[in-house]
């Protein structure tokens, strides 16, 4: 097993070699290199299946040089859930990208390619460090390929302008980490993470620490500013694998650290469940403002992992206060990052498609694009469907189990633990409160982009893309169906993942209220694939009644109006409008353009611009009165040799004071 | 078992039967309060058979999402009458958490009806569709929440315990304000959904102004008549979740449970025709503040019910 682990981190490194190497022969080195990522993956599935159905762990361990201590590698059931999901989703993802690039600029698209490669291992790797040293080396290079992906069209400002901002905020969570490896490391006197048991006090600072820090990674509202600018510049399918894995990590390795804790205090449930609140909220609201596509699904990435946050949150609850369901809440938050990877990637696929087509990522440009790209749209509906969590698709067995669990918890209780109760009810009011948004949002960006008429004229006539992009859509399409329908068996899958979720002093080893789950949401499967008979059988009865009747078809029914225009159509900001009146403390949407006046008005225009407001009001003047302070610290630098001596001086001093004392 | 069975198939038939008659006693009520005779009591029947003759109009503008819309609607609300107890018995489908797949059902032929008229390009009809996913948006977590509350205080997770554990002695104990709180925030989310005055007016002469109306004006013939009964059945299904806090008497005998049930529906739809013939439709831009105190109704239960 350990060879096929260390051989799925070789071949992924190798698969990105081939990307370079083959950069003269772009027709061979196109196939041999997802061949060898997909190879890959297959070897990463080996062991992360055997993992999962066995319970068992592997361990690793690399002397790789005699002044470092040798890498720990772990593969335990919680890194292998989240392995799972990046090998399902990153050879699909690999040969898109072997469609995806028209324009010819062999230098970029072999570096793109290397760098994928990169972060898919690099997060596999992330998943499977289990010491200091080597999960730190293994964020690093995670983050930085990533960093690569996202400046792919690297001459345009925007685009520079997104790098830096997610180079900026990723080091900063780096920061936060290395604070708290370092509490880690220093109150037990090791690298090992196994040797993290009794933080006792500790446990507190480190659980800040984690959140921030992978809080940043993981995309939480408040820290998720770089999300929306790198979404939309990294090519689609980098988009893809960031968005569908890269930021799960960060959910990883809070959950790694807090089962290092002795116990879960009640406050973590509180936090986390604010987190998930206000990032499912949040994220949902600003998602639906968006005009840009890519950027309205990195908003969406920020309220899919509010929604993992309030299942983990639940979780703790459950487990502090002995609740009945705590198991129930973690197993949901597991299966929706696993289903999120799924419909995010997809989602973010038919983007790319749908920018290659048309040139644009603007919604409110597009239209009609589902009579033009029908494979590509009915993807992206599934997918929307999806996110919704609308049954039977994968993203409801998630969301249906956190409800049951936050419903549980809302029962009377036999030992009288308010906080439980009052922590289910405010779960479900924010799940269900981000759900409605959620729908919404994408009922605004499928209809405004696919349905209708379109809205300009495209250059290039508009089809669906090559097979080698639409079959990958094709497959998470297909995946997102399946997943929904056979949800039980993932919720049996994932019970023995969730039930090691607990803090390191309590033993859990009962899955026995996820069976019953399972149970349960067998009822809804088997519901869904009637009702699915039905609709069927309903479609079918419609088209049979209309046969011999006069069937016609004429414009749409313009009130009267007949020179109605394309361009009259709704647009998704005229979709969000309604929302945007009602929420307009939270959002300050600013409204500007040149309104029609007089009896004979010239042209007019108008437009909205939702800023992100924690960039507007958080970070700009916290690093304006960083960058001032700095400018002043820089006097100390004075270029003169003599004034650099008298420093060293000084510090020997006050260094030899210091030891005095 | 087999009594059980045919009691809630007895429901469903109840249901598919009756649902349109609500409309008749909603409009014989305002025509009598406006001194009108008003339409014969099986007009909602006489005009779906007209619909079920005719032939069909497609907008050249629409794809295969136009069509499934009406279908989709149809069959997400059969679905739900399904999950739904009636006349004291249990309900067709039951399990632990059955009001999520509920809810959720209606969330999804609440989409393909708003994506259906999305398909058309016209903008009255994205009018209504954001007006309704807005408003549904905002009365969705209303709905759960009070399950929720009503869950607290039956003790129970499927809706076939709630309602039938719901009695006098449960509405005498302490938590009285917490079920009427409950009930006020139900009324107004079946108001709304259902496309009902003070949200919604069905009636109106101006599509400017419409919301579920204005959504599916480019459906003709059978699809219509499918949109059309899917409304009935939603106005009986919401119903049924208020009535069975109204009314919560059981006998235990079917056939007297369900006279129960039915005449407290048609109280339900004589209070309707009352409330629509004494007061105007809001503000459109109102109706989210009416939504958001439903909202608050249904968070008070917790004050009462967890101590």
């Given at each position: 097993m350990s060879f096929l682990i260390v051989g799925c981190l070789l071949l992924y490194v190798f698969a990105g070699v081939i990307f370079i190497l083959m950069r003269s022969y772009p027709q061979s080195g196109t196939m041999l290199a997802p061949l060898c990522s997909t190879l890959a993956a297959i070897f990463g599935l080996v062991p992360v299946l055997n993992v999962l159905l066995s319970r068992a762990s592997i361990n690793i361990s690399i002397s790789w040089s005699s002044f470092f201590a040798p890498i720990q590698m772990r593969l335990d059931p919680l890194s292998g859930w989240f392995a799972l999901a990046l090998f399902i989703v990153s050879p699909l993802l690999t040969w898109y990208g072997t469609g995806y690039f028209p324009h010819k600029r062999p230098f970029e698209v072999s570096i793109n390619g290397f760098f994928f490669q990169i972060l898919a291992g690099g997060i596999f790797f992330v998943l499977l460090a289990s010491d200091i040293f080597s999960f730190l080396l293994a964020w690093e290079i995670m983050s930085l390929a990533a960093f690569f992906l996202v400046i792919f069209?690297?001459?345009d400002r925007s685009v520079q302008r997104a790098g830096w901002f997610y180079l900026a905020a990723t080091h900063l969570g780096t920061a936060f980490l290395f604070a708290m490896f370092v509490l880690l490391g220093s109150r037990c006197g090791s690298l090992d993470f196994r040797d993290f048991v009794g933080l006792g006090g500790v446990a507190d600072v480190v659980f800040i620490l984690a959140l921030i820090g992978f809080g940043t990674k993981a995309g939480f509202f408040g820290l998720h500013v770089w999300l929306p600018e790198a979404h939309p510049a990294a090519p689609s399918h980098a988009s893809a694998l960031m968005s569908g894995l890269m930021i799960k990590t960060g959910v990883y390795g809070l959950l790694r650290i807090m089962t290092l804790a002795d116990s879960w205090p009640g406050w973590w449930g509180w936090t986390l469940i604010g987190v998930g609140a206000v990032s499912g909220v949040g994220g949902a609201l600003f998602a639906l403002v968006q005009h840009d596509l890519k950027r309205l699904m990195a908003y969406s990435s920020v309220e899919n992992i509010g929604i993992v946050c309030l299942g983990i949150g639940m979780g703790v609850f459950g487990t502090y206060s002995m609740g009945p369901a705590a198991q129930i809440a973690m197993a949901g938050a597991l299966l929706h990052v696993l289903n999120h990877a799924l419909f995010k990637s997809c989602l973010f696929l038919v983007a790319g498609a749908v920018t290659h087509a048309t040139g644009t990522r603007e919604i409110d440009l597009l239209g009609g694009l589902q009579k033009l790209m029908p494979r590509s749209g009915g993807v992206f509906l599934l997918a929307s469907a999806a996110v919704c969590g609308l049954p039977p698709l994968n993203g409801f067995v998630g969301e249906f189990l956190i409800y049951l669990s936050s419903y549980w918890s809302v029962l009377p209780q036999e030992l009288p633990f308010v906080d439980l109760r009052v922590g289910g009810f405010v779960v479900i009011a924010a799940l269900a409160l981000t759900g409605g948004l959620a729908a919404m949002c994408f009922m605004k960006a499928y209809g405004t982009t696919f349905l209708g008429l379109p809205r300009r004229q495209h250059a290039d006539p508009v089809v669906d893309p090559k097979p080698a992009m639409l079959f990958p859509m094709f497959i998470l399409g297909t995946l997102c169906v399946a997943f929904g329908l056979g949800g039980s068996f993932l919720i049996l899958l994932v019970a023995p993942v969730a039930s090691t979720l607990h803090p390191a002093a309590l033993i859990v080893a009962e899955t026995s209220l996820l069976r019953g789950a399972a149970l349960n949401y067998m009822h809804v499967s088997l519901a869904s694939f009637a009702l699915l008979v039905l609709f069927f059988a309903f479609h079918r009865l419609r088209n049979h009644l209309l046969k011999g009747r006069v069937v016609t078809s004429g414009p749409t029914w313009g009130c009267g109006y007949p020179l109605g225009t394309a361009r009259m159509q709704y647009t998704g900001s005229s979709f969000s409008q309604p929302l945007i009146a009602a929420f307009k403390l939270l959002l300050r949407t600013e409204l500007s353009g040149d309104w029609p006046e007089g009896y004979l008005p010239g042209r007019s225009s108008f437009a909205t611009h939702t800023p992100g407001v924690f960039i507007e009001f958080f970070y700009k003047p916290l690093f304006t009165f960083v960058g001032h302070m700095a400018l002043r610290v820089k006097r100390l630098q004075t270029g003169g040799t003599h004034v650099y001596v008298l420093y060293l001086l000084l510090a020997l001093i006050s260094v030899l004071c210091w030891s005095l004392l | 078992m087999t009594r059980d069975i045919f009691a809630s198939l007895g429901g469903i038939a109840f249901a598919l039967l009756l649902a349109p008659f609500l409309r008749s006693i909603i409009n014989r009520t305002k025509a009598r309060i406006s001194g009108r005779r008003g339409a014969p009591l099986l007009q909602p029947y006489f005009s779906l058979a007209r619909l079920l003759r005719k032939g069909a109009v497609y907008s050249s503008?629409?794809?295969w999402i136009f069509r499934a819309g009406p279908v989709a609607g149809l069959v997400t609300v059969f679905g739900a009458i399904c999950l739904l107890p009636f006349g004291g018995g249990p309900a067709l489908f039951r399990f632990e958490g059955d009001f999520l797949l509920l809810t959720y059902l209606l969330a999804v032929g609440r989409f393909f009806t708003i994506l259906a008229a999305l398909d058309t390009g016209s903008s009255f009809e994205g009018m209504g569709a954001n007006r309704e996913a807005f408003f549904s948006a905002l009365s969705e977590p209303t709905l759960l929440l009070g399950l929720a509350g009503l869950g607290a205080v039956t003790g129970s997770l499927s809706l076939t315990d709630i309602y039938g554990r719901i009695g006098a002695s449960v509405f005498l104990e302490a938590n009285m304000p917490a079920l009427i709180f409950i009930l006020a925030a139900f009324m107004i989310v079946f108001l709304s959904e259902n496309a009902r005055i003070p949200v919604d007016d069905p009636t109106t002469h101006l599509e400017l102004t419409m919301i579920h109306e204005a959504m599916i004006l480019d459906h003709c013939g059978i699809d219509l008549a499918f949109i059309e009964f899917a409304g009935a059945l939603k106005l009986w299904t919401l119903g049924l979740l208020i009535t069975g806090l109204i009314f919560p008497v059981r006998f235990g005998v079917f056939w007297l449970d369900s006279l129960v049930s039915l005449f407290s529906l048609a109280t339900l739809a004589v209070c309707i025709g009352i409330v629509e013939s004494s007061m105007a439709r809001l503000k459109m831009g109102r109706v989210p503040q009416l939504l958001s105190i439903a909202f608050v109704m249904s968070t008070l239960w917790i004050m009462w019910v967890v101590k």
């Open positions: 069209e690297h001459e | 503008t629409t794809t």
